[in-house]
C-alpha cells in the first residue's frame, strides 16, 4: 500500500491544502515563510501528522540554526526540483521583501551556485509560491487519496493560522519558542528586543 514517505510530498500537500479560504491550492508568499512554515510544521505538527504514514524526523527537511534562524536549504532545492519537472511555480508578489528573506536567498545561492554575483543577489524580490496544473493533478491523484481527515484538518489549520501571521510576527515566535535555533543569529535584538 502506498504512503507519504519524505518530505517532497509534505511540500506538496501543504501547497495544495486549502487555509483561510476554501480553496486548493492558494499560493504561499515568501520563500522565508515557507521555510518557517516548514520548520513549524516539523516541531508541532509532524509527530501528529504522521500517524500512518512513512515519514520520520530523518526524512523530513533538516533545519539548523543560521543567521537568521532556522534554515534549510533543503526547501529552496525541492521547490527547484519541483519547479524544473513543472510540478510548481513561482510569481512575484507585493509583499514587503524582508532582510531576511533576501539573506536567505543569497545563502542557498552562494551555496548552490558558487559563482553566482552580487548583482543576481541584489535582485532579489518575494515571489509565490502554487503548484501548477500538473502538480495539482499529481497531488490529488496521488497524495491526497492517503490522507486521513484528521491529516486534511491538521494541514488545513496549520497553514490557515501561518497565512494570517505575518512573517515578522511568525519570526518573533520562532525565535522566542525554539532559542536553540537563533544560537547564530544575527538579527536576535532586532527581532525579540534585548
Keep these: 500500500m502506498a504512503k507519504i514517505d519524505n518530505r517532497r510530498d509534505i511540500l506538496l500537500?501543504?501547497?495544495h491544502s486549502p487555509?483561510?479560504?476554501?480553496?486548493?491550492n492558494t499560493?504561499?508568499?515568501?520563500?522565508?515563510?515557507?521555510v518557517k512554515m516548514l520548520f513549524l510544521f516539523r516541531k508541532e505538527a509532524l509527530k501528529e501528522f504522521r500517524k500512518g504514514t512513512a515519514i520520520t524526523e530523518e526524512n523530513f527537511y533538516d533545519f539548523f540554526?543560521?543567521?537568521f534562524g532556522p534554515f534549510s536549504s533543503q526547501v529552496y532545492d525541492d521547490l527547484n526540483f519541483f519547479e524544473l519537472r513543472g510540478f510548481v511555480a513561482r510569481d512575484a508578489?507585493?509583499?514587503?521583501t524582508i532582510p531576511e528573506s533576501a539573506a536567505e536567498w543569497a545563502m542557498w545561492l552562494?551555496?548552490?551556485?558558487?559563482?553566482s554575483s552580487d548583482d543576481e543577489i541584489s535582485e532579489y524580490s518575494e515571489e509565490t509560491f502554487a503548484l501548477t496544473e500538473k502538480g495539482l493533478n499529481f497531488v490529488e491523484a496521488n497524495l491526497r487519496p492517503l490522507l486521513v481527515p484528521a491529516q486534511i484538518k491538521l494541514l488545513r489549520e496549520f497553514r490557515a493560522r501561518l497565512e494570517a501571521t505575518p512573517l515578522?510576527?511568525?519570526l518573533k515566535y520562532v525565535y522566542e519558542t525554539y532559542p536553540d535555533q537563533i544560537v547564530k543569529s544575527t538579527i536576535r535584538e532586532q527581532v525579540i528586543g534585548g
Excluded: H, K, Y
Aim: proline residues 9%; without cysteine; glycine residues 6%.
Design 13 to 15: 500537500l501543504l501547497l
Design 19 to 24: 487555509g483561510r479560504s476554501e480553496a486548493v
Design 93 to 96: 508578489t507585493e509583499e514587503e
Design 27 to 34: 499560493p504561499i508568499a515568501g520563500r522565508t515563510r515557507l
Design 65 to 67: 540554526p543560521w543567521n
Design 168 to 170: 515578522r510576527a511568525i
Design 110 to 115: 552562494s551555496s548552490s551556485q558558487p559563482d
